[in-house]
Nanobody, 122 residues
Framework: QVQLVESGGGLVQPGGSLRLSCAAS????????IGWFRQAPGKEREGVSC???????YYADSVKGRFTISRDNAKNTVYLQMNTLKLEDTAVYYC????????????????WGQGTQVTVSS
């Protein structure tokens, strides 16, 4: 059974940090592109960051310089390190996986996790 499970969300003050994890089971991430997306209440889901199977990365302008995506193929896990968090980073964060990088960037990935809540509040 193909499954992605996000973890690491929580409540943090502005300026704080969190590290999200996206653990895969039922398949090996080595040859997959992985994306992190987020959806705030009343807003559309937006792309945050993605990493290709060869390690190339992309970041949305809103998180560039603050977030870092990485992958540990040995642990079958992708991470999103989030620093200097802002109020506007509050959202449910989802990871997605697909062999096609294009499907990741067009939000048509074949596998999605259930999401983890990130709340930035003072």
């Amino acid at each position: 059974q193909v499954q992605l499970v996000e973890s690491g969300g929580g409540l943090v003050q502005p300026g704080g940090s969190l590290r999200l994890s996206c653990a895969a089971s039922g398949f090996t991430l080595d040859y997959y592109a992985i994306g992190w997306f987020r959806q705030a209440p009343g807003k559309e889901r937006e792309g945050v960051s993605c990493i290709s199977s060869d390690g190339s990365t992309y970041y949305a302008d809103s998180v560039k310089g603050r977030f870092t995506i990485s992958r540990d193929n040995a642990k079958n896990t992708v991470y999103l390190q989030m620093n200097t968090l802002k109020l506007e980073d509050t959202a449910v964060y989802y990871c997605a996986a697909d062999r096609s990088y294009l499907k990741i960037v067009t939000r048509k990935a074949g596998s999605w996790g259930q999401g983890t809540q990130v709340t930035v509040s003072s």
